[in-house]
């Protein structure tokens, strides 16, 4: 971002037009600077989070290393670098080490399409670049494309590694991106009939007056939930699950190897959230519109990378927050949440979304009008279904109470040689650890009397 001028932006000129005429270096510049940034951005967002949860929960966090621990992540780092290095004689060597290369290689990917600003001229030339690598009509769709292939990367890790866990983390992470990618991409498809493209830049330039979180709120609340779901983030952290397998796909990977399947979970965080801010919440643009008065002065200069950027770190914050505030779910219960929760939502509102304009334009009405209320009359819908169900359910609850419910299975967990968590109608024996909890707290309560 220092190549541009911090005073005035370029005169608007299609951001095609100027990418098509951007010369080698600069597209080596603006690679390398992308590269810079996430590589920086994961540092920090390491430190972020171990912050942020440490006030959530009442401790400071790393405070030692540097000014407010800034230089933890870097020890970390150095820490990981200089760890031995081991390989499970049992692995399929070429994939087990190409599998976390493929992962941060996809993750590097997806930050080429995304705009951190206007077309600019750059400083002491008469050279206009915007302020992106690259953009094409179908941009959304490479970003989706990448996400996906990332899962590559710990699939094959999993499978490589010749090891139980690993193959089972392996296995989730195949049904989660599944499940999940097809939510994600009924939450964007409302994105592209709003814009009209699915250029990033060309969507960003559309919310000029108002973003799309506004009228696609719950377009937004699917896109957010599902991110977290494709980036394995608690709740949702089931692939690396450590208290059923160990780490999932990462337990054979240790020193180098590992950290490369850290970085990409960060940068996938990083990914996801900019794709968010960008489809969102106006991208590169001012919170305020660009019609009112001095505020296009706001999307100049260096303002457009830090309004960016400061959206990028605000959904960040809700990565951080969810982790600290929600438990991780059942196997079980994360696929029915996926396939019958998210899905029938994202169809609903696609439907009414897409019917509700057609019938506004054939009857000549103002689409802005629909566009303004059809967000909040979708929640309201979702909130009646919800409480319907809701009731529903507690009344079957009620009659299966008054009618008296059977005993519920006692599962031998490990019957089959290896641990399995119970379905909803089993449940686990009675601990012999709490009798002796029980007891020697009785007797010290006796002793204390």
Not at 98 to 107: L, N
Not at 202 to 211: S, T
Not at 296 to 318: A, Q, R, S, Y
């Amino acid at each position: 971002m220092i190549l541009v001028s911090p005073l005035v932006a370029a005169d608007p000129i299609p951001v095609e037009d100027t990418l098509a005429g951007d010369s080698l270096w600069i597209v080596i510049i603006k690679a390398v600077l992308i590269l810079v940034f996430l590589l920086t951005s994961v540092l920090f967002a390491v430190w972020f989070e171990r912050r942020v949860i440490g006030r959530l929960q009442e401790r400071p966090g790393p405070n030692v290393h540097g000014p407010f621990g800034l230089i933890q992540p870097v020890m970390d780092a150095m820490k990981l670098l200089f760890k031995e290095d081991v390989t499970v004689k049992a692995s399929e060597k070429v994939l087990y080490i190409a599998a976390p290369m493929i992962s941060v290689f996809c993750a590097l990917l997806i930050f080429g399409v995304i705009p951190f600003g206007p077309p600019t001229r750059i400083i002491g030339t008469d050279e206009v670049t915007p302020l992106q690598l690259t953009d094409f009509p179908v941009a959304v769709l490479f970003i989706l494309a990448c996400a996906a292939l990332g899962v590559y990367g710990i699939v094959l890790g999993g499978w490589a590694s010749g090891s139980t866990y690993p193959l089972m983390g392996a296995v989730r992470s195949t049904a989660q991106v599944i499940s999940y990618e097809l939510a994600m991409g009924l939450a964007l498809v409302t994105v592209f009939m709003l814009s009209g493209s699915m250029s990033t830049s060309q969507i960003v330039d559309a919310q000029a007056d108002r973003w799309w979180v506004w009228p696609l709120f719950p377009a937004f609340i699917l896109y957010v939930i599902s991110m977290v779901g494709e980036t394995n983030r608690l709740p949702f952290d089931l692939p690396e699950a450590e208290g059923e397998l160990v780490a999932g796909f990462m337990t054979e990977y240790s020193s180098m190897k590992f950290a490369w399947f850290f970085l990409a979970e960060y940068m996938n965080m990083i990914n996801v959230s900019a794709v968010a801010a960008t489809l969102f919440l106006g991208g590169w643009r001012a919170p305020w519109p660009s019609s009112w008065g001095g505020a296009e002065f706001l999307n100049t200069g260096f303002f457009p990378p830090m309004w960016l950027i400061l959206k990028i770190w605000l959904l960040m914050f809700v990565f951080v927050w969810i982790r600290g505030t929600l438990l991780r779910f059942r196997y079980d219960q994360f696929m029915r949440f996926g396939w019958k929760v998210l899905i029938p939502v994202g169809l609903g509102w696609l439907v009414f979304f897409a019917v509700g304009r057609q019938a506004f334009d054939e009857f000549n009405r103002d689409l802005n009008v629909f566009d303004a209320v059809s967000g909040l009359v979708a929640i309201l819908l979702v909130i009646a279904v919800w409480s319907f169900v809701s009731d529903a359910k507690r009344s079957v609850a009620a009659e299966q109470a008054e009618k008296g419910s059977p005993e519920p299975e006692v599962l031998d967990a490990f019957a089959d040689g290896y641990p399995v968590p119970p379905l909803p109608h089993q449940q686990l024996p009675p601990s012999p650890r709490s009798g002796r909890t029980v007891d020697a707290s009785a007797r010290k309560e006796s002793a204390d009397g």
